[in-house]
Nanobody, 119 residues
């Protein structure tokens, strides 16, 4: 069993920055992919950014170079640095971890952290 502990988020003005962090806590697990998704009211959950075990990065098209995902493998944490935030970035951001248990893929999700971009 894996628990994802999120921190960061909050209220920021347009053009501002925020940093989200997520720590994976548990025993005997490996990280295949770890990253962030978001869900705005009335919309489906979408990919923000992920980083695979081999270091391969993937970003949502809307990111356009504004966000940077990074990982500390020694601490099982992943961080998302968000710059040049826009009102349309307002959403609940969820940490995600993909691992394998008994050879089957398993997704874990954090509880979510609210990001609000508003003046």
């Amino acid at each position: 069993q894996v628990q994802l502990v999120e921190s960061g988020g909050g209220l920021v003005e347009p053009g501002g920055s925020l940093r989200l962090s997520c720590e994976a806590v548990g025993s005997s697990f490996s990280i295949n992919v770890m990253g962030w998704y978001r869900q705005a009211p009335g919309k489906t959950r979408e990919l923000v950014a992920t980083i695979a075990g081999g270091g391969r990065l993937k970003y949502g098209e809307f990111v356009e170079g504004r966000f940077t995902i990074s990982r500390d493998s020694t601490k099982n944490t992943v961080a998302l640095q968000m710059d040049s935030l826009k009102p349309e970035d307002t959403a609940v951001y969820y940490c995600n971890l993909l691992t394998f248990e008994t050879y089957k893929p398993v997704d874990y999700w954090g509880r979510g952290t609210q990001v609000t971009v508003s003046s």
